[in-house]
């Protein structure tokens, strides 16, 4: 079992940045690869970035490719989606997940993720 716990969203004007955390607790993170995943009001969950296992292969979506940055630190447990140049259509739930996949990164099928966090909010204001 791998619980996850994201942080760092907020309010910011369009064209400031964020930093959202994911922190793993349970079993060996380094495991498993992590993708970020969103949901607008009314719409259906969205792959933003996934990262795999040691960081070396990553992939976005078009959307915030550029401007959204997805890294990890294994020994602090934890995985980082830097996001800049923010846009108010990138207000959203932003949610971490994993996936127990070696060596390849997560991809971008959420329902390929075994573990999910509760969710922390962004919110961008024109």
């Known amino acids: 079992q791998v619980q996850l716990v994201e942080s760092g969203g907020g309010l910011v004007q369009a064209g400031g940045s964020l930093r959202l955390s994911c922190a793993a607790l349970g079993r060996t993170f380094s495991n498993y690869a992590v993708g970020w995943f969103r949901r607008a009001t009314g719409t259906k969950r969205e792959f933003v970035a996934t990262?795999?296992?040691?960081?070396?292969?990553?992939s976005y979506a078009d959307s915030v490719k550029g401007r959204f940055t997805i890294s990890r630190d294994n020994a602090k447990a934890t995985v980082f989606l830097q996001m800049n140049s923010l846009k108010p259509e990138d207000t959203a739930v932003y949610y971490c997940?994993?996936?127990?996949?070696?060596?390849?990164?997560?991809?971008?099928?959420?329902?390929?993720?075994?573990?999910w966090g509760q969710g922390t909010q962004v919110t961008v204001s024109s």
């Open positions: 997940a994993a996936r127990r996949i070696w060596p390849a990164a997560g991809g971008a099928r959420d329902y390929d993720y075994d573990y």
């Open positions: 990262i795999n296992w040691n960081g070396k292969s990553t």
